[in-house]
């Protein structure tokens, strides 16, 4: 059986091609596979489960279809769509994952993340995301207006895009301690993660023993996908555009 694991891929009104990319998954290579991991930033922001744009209620759809496939479906929170919640889990049929999931990836034991607490030399974003990550704070926001949720995430995405412009590329990676020390707190050898948009296999010695960290890209070019079967080993794939 297959599993695909996938992140980064904002999808949002301006990038349609990303969007229909998503749903040719959803509907051809993710249907009725044993599961498929969505590992944050499946959107460029949502503003809350209410969410009435025709994009968001098109992918909740394609989502539940892919759900009644007997594809497991499950989606970890990412910096730009943390307010997914119970709503949107129901409707999709979708499991929510903890910001560090372990699962058993065809008997092998394996940490899924985001990755943005790995970037741990950005000290400006870890101050913010704690911040909104506090429940009081996601609970006022969801009660917010729905208009003024909407202005709140366009203000958030130019101030994302500002604060990259001008930070080094190094601050905005992982750090390598924090990478060790977290597979050390979870007892395991494979980490996979996204949020850095830079797809990669990395091999590791964590207190002598060889582990791996994948890293999974953005569609902003073209869908990348790790794909594992199972008996097989897993491989990163950077696939054609399919839209």
């Known amino acids: 059986m297959t599993t695909l694991f996938i992140s980064d891929l904002h999808l ?50 394609a989502l539940a279809a892919c ?14 769509d943390f307010l997914l919640g119970q709503r949107f889990a129901r409707e999709t049929g979708a499991g929510l994952l903890p910001d560090e999931a372990i699962i058993d990836l065809h008997g092998e034991r394996v940490l899924l993340m985001h990755g943005d607490t790995l970037c741990s030399d950005d000290h400006d974003y870890q101050r913010f995301r704690r911040r909104v990550r506090n ?30 412009s001008n930070k080094p590329e190094n601050i905005m990676d992982v750090n390598q301690d924090t990478v060790a ?33 994948i ?6 070019k073209q869908p990348v996908i790790l794909v594992a079967e199972r008996d097989a080993e897993p491989a990163l794939q950077v696939l054609e555009a399919v839209y």
């Open 12 to 61: 949002s009104e301006e990038r349609p091609d990303i969007s229909r990319a998503f749903f040719s998954l959803l509907a051809q290579r993710a249907r009725g596979i044993e599961a498929l991991y969505i590992l944050g930033d499946l959107f460029e922001a949502w503003i809350g489960d209410d969410d009435p744009s025709p994009l968001a209620r098109e992918v909740i759809a």
């Open 67 to 80: 759900s009644a496939s007997g594809t497991a479906l499950w989606v970890q929170h990412g910096n730009r």
């Open 135 to 164: 429940p009081l704070v996601k609970w006022l926001l969801r009660s917010l207006p729905l208009k003024r949720r909407q202005a709140i995430a366009r203000r958030w995405r130019d101030s994302s895009r500002q604060h990259k």
């Open 181 to 213: 020390a977290t597979m050390r707190r979870h007892h395991v050898t494979l980490l996979i993660h996204g949020h850095t948009h830079r797809p990669a296999r990395h091999p590791l010695v964590i207190d002598g023993t060889a582990a791996e960290r």
């Open 215 to 220: 890293v999974l890209g953005d569609w902003d």
